[in-house]
């Protein structure tokens, strides 16, 4: 009967997955047929051997041999110490000395999870018993154990158990087990070892006890809880006499009622064995699962096809549960999906805060919150929520206060956190105070709590983060309301509220008017004046609304000389404040004017050289134009340049004096054939060298996958072989295109073209790492033509308080060295020096301070200072906007029409040939230079240089001759 079950049961699990079964589930599936059957025999096995021939055995053919072999069959290849032997000394000195490594690491951080998972390795390798015990508790009570390294843990201490203490040291250690997760196999395991038991007093009661917690705790499993219906039948069948088959018949109708993948084989098997009739209500509670199961199946269904750890699956199975209502099947598939999942904190907060609002059972709701924060004990909500539930079962205070002190020692990974924490713990203190009393031990003790926690920020905290994570001094407002309001002690509400101003908080409005409504509340009037006119001479974002608050005190309370100083004080402050901002505007406004004007002066300075230029080329030049400025990205130019062809004729006529032109024109002026290479061959030597010319095609629709990496060195020989090792560290590179000019000539940029999306965003971060002396600009591949709007990067131009400008800096002067200086005057977050497209530096540095004042005070000391014999300036950072570029259509003429003036007829640009004859050209005066280039000349010498004239003058000047 076991047998069938067994195969049944397998064969259920197996057949929600859709299509022909793959070997490899079909050995899967023998494997849990025959692992149920061997733990099924096993029990009836161990039943048998424990209480002797006399009970009636109802299974035939098993045996007390049979059962001793497939119980070793189950548990050898944890139990075997054979295969972990070592053959020589040197090896078992290796362990040894790993050992040791491992014990060092884990006194320095004893939350190294993989430490404690080597060293149990290497001790049980080594045979260490005593050791490797140490070990796993050790690490039992830091981390849940997974159920393989229970199972080996439980056979391990099995193997070694002797007598009666042995076995309650197991029984033990099986109670753990079962806590961490939900584990089927560890409960059959459970059930089978307290079988070897049932000889002692009491042993028979043992078992049954814990095979009716192995159904509380798995029974309702759809896919695994089958086998632990089958190991209970077994047992029960093996030691049941006739007044106990009532025992049995009862086990298969609980198994009936519930909805089990394979309900139908256990149908038949209990029609099978039961000598009676099954009752009407037995089949009724059966059909009832049957529909139950129909409902189920999509869910099991999807998980059986899913791969781990399937949170999706879960989380909409737990929705359904949810919908449904029934709180051990909402338990049951919480930890299901805990198993494969204990590392994902959401899921469990939704747990955690279901028991809490639901079932509100202590041991459960403490022991689900325990195991969340053992498993994620960097998430402080996690604690937050554990603190609040053991308040609200009355846990006592010593043990929520060592709860704290080790969510302190968690590890959290933002100064946050921290602040949390020490908020939800000094909360749960405030609540235990009877404030109706002047003085007790749990105000003193509320009272030392606010003390260290501001103690533990200032020195823990921002040590570790560079920041108190509190910049609001949340936690001294708490302590100052409580000690106003609660307490009567205004005196130190203002202590406290002086300290929070002097952290950089005076220059905030809020912070004020939160004071003033406090004294306003518990103070009196005069700490109130005392409070608004400190407010309008600190606060810097709104003192319109703290003077306005100031005045509409006064006017309601105060008198008129009170009114008059108030008057005075708020019209001198808002004047100083419109003044402040008007020469902010109008720095502003010179610097914005100062970059317009340099952005002019080096247009026409651009415009002047162009012009030069143009006037030294010869006669044709602007036809090699497209090769000298206007090269095509991708090299693959339709034609060859005419001046190229040029030039390939140039080269291939001889050098050569009068000789050569005699010999070109003959001795009578007349031509004469010269040997040339045909155009054909000319043709050719052009087509080759463009060949040679590298194509680099790019599919836009590759620009998700694809990153422009630019400022690359020009010498690079092989820039796809150079570069692919550095990207290769971002993920797998499909292909690298470096640009090429139609000379061969490395361009500088290229394409590098990644297999996942991912990666191409991974290499992003490669921006600036300097290759070869350059640093190498990585961006996104965007076509700019469809995505005009597309911007990179680019640091911030609005004005920022906490952040200096640094210039006059020595070229040698490294971040390091700036960082030393910088830091003697607050903390510094960031240091970027300036460097240009190569690299180099520029004597410019940007610094960054975590706030404002810092920043103030290193400007009144740092300014002026000499740093190798450098004086440098500092400022606030606030640099000068961008101007936006000039769109070219805005440069067009009214009504959308060209200028003739700036193109000619067919749009190109003016002809260059000069109708004037050389007789009556005059050499101009040369231009005169400025300091970067050609400057401008007047418009009146402009306009004398080619005078207007008629044919009537033409035909004096020629008679004049």
């Not at 009636?56 to 049979?66: F, K, L, M």
């Not at 078992?92 to 884990?106: D, G, H, S, V």
């Not at 089949?283 to 409902?295: D, G, M, T």
Request: proline share 5%.
């Amino acid at each position: 009967m076991a047998t069938a079950a067994a195969t049944s049961a397998s064969e259920a699990e197996a057949e929600p997955q859709a299509g022909p079964t793959a070997e490899g589930e079909e050995d899967e599936a023998k494997a849990a047929r025959t692992r149920r059957k061997v733990l099924s025999r096993a029990v009836a096995a161990a039943t048998y051997k424990a209480v002797g021939p006399g009970w009636d055995q109802r299974e035939e053919g098993v045996s007390e041999s049979d059962g001793d072999e497939e119980y070793a069959m189950a548990s050898s290849a944890e139990s075997s110490p054979g295969e972990y032997e070592w053959e020589y000394d040197e090896e078992e000195e290796k362990n040894q000395l790993e050992i040791e490594r491992l014990e060092e690491q884990l006194s320095i951080n004893v939350y190294d999870y993989n430490c404690h998972v080597d060293l149990i390795r290497l001790l049980r390798l080594e045979g260490e018993l005593t050791k490797v015990r140490m070990a796993r508790q050790k690490m039992s009570e830091i981390f849940p154990l997974t159920e393989e390294l229970w199972l080996e843990w439980l056979h391990d201490e099995i193997s070694m158990a002797l007598d009666g203490l042995d076995r309650e040291h197991v029984y033990d250690l099986f109670e753990k087990a079962v806590k961490d997760y939900i584990c089927p196999n560890i409960w059959l395991e459970y059930g089978q070892y307290s079988v070897g038991g049932i000889g002692q007093k009491g042993g028979l009661e043992k078992v049954r006890a814990v095979f009716e917690r192995a159904l509380s705790s798995v029974g309702l499993h759809m896919t695994k809880g089958l086998a632990v219906w089958e190991a209970y039948r077994e047992f029960e069948s093996a030691i049941a006499e006739a007044a106990r088959l009532e025992k049995v018949h009862s086990l298969f109708r609980r198994q009936l009622a519930i909805p089990l993948f394979d309900m139908e084989a256990t149908f038949a098997e209990y029609e099978e064995w039961s000598e009676d009739p099954i009752p009407e209500s037995v089949i009724q509670n059966y059909n009832k699962a049957l529909q139950q199961l129909e409902k189920y199946k999509p869910y099991e269904e999807a998980l059986l096809q899913a791969e781990a750890p399937r949170l999706a699956e879960y989380q909409a199975y737990i929705d359904f549960e949810m919908k449904i209502g029934d709180p051990a099947r909402v338990q049951l598939i919480f930890e299901r999906a805990l198993v494969e999942n204990c590392l994902v904190p959401d899921l469990w907060i939704r747990y955690s805060q279901y028991l809490d609002r639901q079932l509100k059972v202590k041991d459960l709701v403490l022991s689900v919150h325990n195991r969340a924060i053992r498993n994620c004990p960097w998430t402080v909500a996690l604690w937050s929520r554990y603190l609040l539930a053991m308040e609200r079962h009355g846990i006592d205070h010593q043990v929520i206060s060592e709860t704290f002190e080790k969510a302190l020692s968690a590890g959290f990974i933002q100064a946050t956190d921290y602040v949390e924490i020490w908020q939800a713990y000094l909360d749960y203190l405030r609540r235990r105070v009877d404030f109706k009393q002047d003085s007790s031990k749990e105000l003193e003790e509320l009272r030392s709590a606010f003390a260290r926690a501001l103690e533990y920020l200032k020195q823990e905290v921002e040590e570790r983060f560079s920041e108190s994570g509190d910049p609001s001094c949340m936690i001294m407002q708490n302590w100052a309301r409580i000690e106003a309001r609660l307490c009567n002690n205004m005196q130190k509400a203002r202590e406290l509220w002086d300290s929070i101003m002097t952290k950089g908080n005076a220059k905030y409005a809020s912070m004020w008017l939160e004071y003033y409504s406090l004294e306003r509340a518990h103070g009196d009037t005069q700490h109130c004046r005392k409070a608004l006119h400190r407010a309008v001479q600190c606060t810097s974002d709104y003192p319109e609304h703290v003077c306005e608050v100031l005045l509409t005190m006064e006017r309601t309370e105060g008198t008129l000389e009170d009114w008059d100083i108030a008057v005075q004080k708020t019209e001198t402050r808002l004047a100083r404040v419109n003044e402040q901002r008007i020469k902010a505007a109008e720095k502003e406004a010179v610097l914005a004017q100062q970059e317009e004007e340099k952005v002019e002066q080096r247009k026409r300075a651009r415009a002047e050289k162009k012009a030069l230029r143009k006037k030294k080329k010869p006669r044709g030049a602007d036809k090699c134009k497209a090769e000298e400025d206007d090269e095509k990205e991708w090299g693959d130019d339709e034609e060859e340049q005419p001046c190229k062809r040029r030039k390939l004729e140039d080269s291939a006529r001889p050098a050569g004096g009068v000789q050569d032109r005699e010999a070109e024109t003959g001795l009578l002026g007349k031509s004469v054939p010269v040997d040339m290479d045909p155009r054909s061959k000319q043709k050719e030597r052009a087509a080759a060298l463009k060949r040679d010319v590298p194509k680099v095609p790019h599919d836009s629709s590759k620009d998700s996958v694809t990153v422009f990496v630019s400022n690359l060195p020009y010498s690079m020989g092989e820039p796809d072989v150079q570069l692919r090792p550095l990207f290769e560290a971002c993920g797998e590179v499909a292909e690298i295109r470096p640009i090429f000019s139609n000379r061969g000539d490395f361009r500088g940029y290229c394409y590098v073209e990644f297999k996942e999306e991912k990666s191409a965003l991974q290499a992003l971060e490669l921006d600036r790492k300097n290759v070869e002396g350059r640093p190498m600009f990585v961006s996104p591949c965007v076509d700019k033509s469809k995505n005009p709007d597309f911007k990179v990067f680019r640091y911030s131009t609005a004005l920022e308080k906490h952040k200096l400008f640094v210039s006059g800096l020595p070229f040698s002067c490294t971040k390091e060295e700036l960082e030393e200086i910088c830091k003697a005057h607050g903390t510094v977050k960031d240091i970027r020096l300036v460097t240009n497209r190569a690299g180099k530096p520029k004597g410019l540095a940007y610094v960054e301070y975590e706030n404002e004042s810092q920043a103030s005070q290193a400007v009144l000391k740092m300014d002026g200072m000499t740093i190798k014999e450098n004086v440098i300036k500092v400022a606030i950072s606030n640099p000068p906007q961008r101007k936006v570029p000039e769109k070219p259509e805005t440069r067009k003429a009214p009504g959308g029409m060209v200028p003739r003036q700036m193109y000619g007829a067919r749009g190109k640009g003016r002809t260059q040939l000069s109708l004037l004859p050389r007789a009556l050209q005059r050499p101009g005066a040369p231009a005169p230079q400025a300091e970067n280039g050609p400057a401008s000349r007047p418009a009146s010498e402009v306009a004398t240089e080619a005078p207007k004239m008629s044919n009537a003058d033409f035909a004096k000047l020629l008679l004049r001759k």
